[in-house]
T-cell receptor
Framework: GAVVSQHPSRVICKSGTSVKIECRSL??????MFWYRQFPKQSLMLMAT?????????EQGVEKDKFLINHASLTLSTLTVTSAHPEDSSFYIC?????????????FGPGTRLLVL | EDQVTQSPEALRLQEGESSSLNCSYT??????LFWYRQDPGKGPEFLFT???AGEEKEKERLKATLTKKESFLHITAPKPEDSATYLC???????????FGKGTKLTVNP
């Protein structure tokens, strides 16, 4: 299957600082990428859909000024958590949609654990 | 509103004890139903996509089936390494985003 990487895998930061998470599709081009967050023992919640070369589409309740998304190329999307606070601590997972044989499948990255102190 | 319900929430099996996980859904315009496996602290790993009722797919000890209202993930003679949370998601028109169920946590004891 297609490979999606994320960096960093884990980050600890102080409250008020900004954190950038990178998501790369390694062996395919992804016009659409997705950002999810997952709290302990809960399922994935979609935060936003990122389309290459255009503005991201945020889900209801997600602050677009706090979670900045940039999809600058067909293989890279970034999520910046601005002025992070302890309540932003979570597991952030990106996903990229890969066209395979005419059908699209979403592949997920390994996730980034964010801890805001 | 598109909804996905997985059952049971948790399942404990003995090694070799076959069973099935259920994913029931209500969606308008199903484009695909996806099964993923997620290990603790990791992102979901793609297993299967099913597109139409009656479709079946297999991978090692896993077999996924689809009807118009639900999907089953059958696990035959499971091993401890099959222990994980199994997530079901539907992709529906027109947005084509994935809507996830809460998952079934499977534990296979040796």
């Amino acid at each position: 299957g297609a490979v999606v990487s994320q960096h960093p895998s884990r980050v600890i930061c102080k409250s008020g600082t900004s954190v950038k998470i990178e998501c790369r599709s390694l062996d395919f081009q992804a016009t659409t990428m997705f950002w999810y967050r997952q709290f302990p023992k809960q399922s994935l919640m979609l935060m936003a859909t990122s389309n290459e070369g255009s503005k991201a589409t945020y889900e209801q309740g997600v602050e677009k000024d706090k979670f900045l998304i940039n999809h600058a190329s067909l293989t890279l999307s970034t999520l910046t958590v601005t002025s992070a606070h302890p309540e932003d601590s979570s597991f952030y997972i990106c996903s990229a949609r890969s066209p395979a044989g005419g059908r699209e499948t979403q592949y997920f990255g390994p996730g980034t654990r964010l801890l805001v102190l | 509103e598109d909804q996905v319900t997985q059952s049971p929430e948790a399942l404990r099996l003995q090694e070799g004890e076959s069973s099935s996980l259920n994913c029931s859904y209500t969606v308008s315009g199903l484009r695909g139903l996806f099964w993923y496996r997620q290990d603790p602290g990791k992102g979901p790993e793609f297993l299967f996509t099913l597109y139409s009722a009656g479709e079946e797919k297999e991978k090692e000890r896993l077999k996924a089936t689809l009807t118009k209202k639900e999907s089953f993930l059958h696990i035959t003679a499971p091993k401890p390494e099959d222990s994980a949370t199994y997530l079901c998601a539907v992709q529906a028109a027109p947005r084509a985003i994935l809507v996830f169920g809460k998952g079934t946590k499977l534990t296979v004891n040796p």
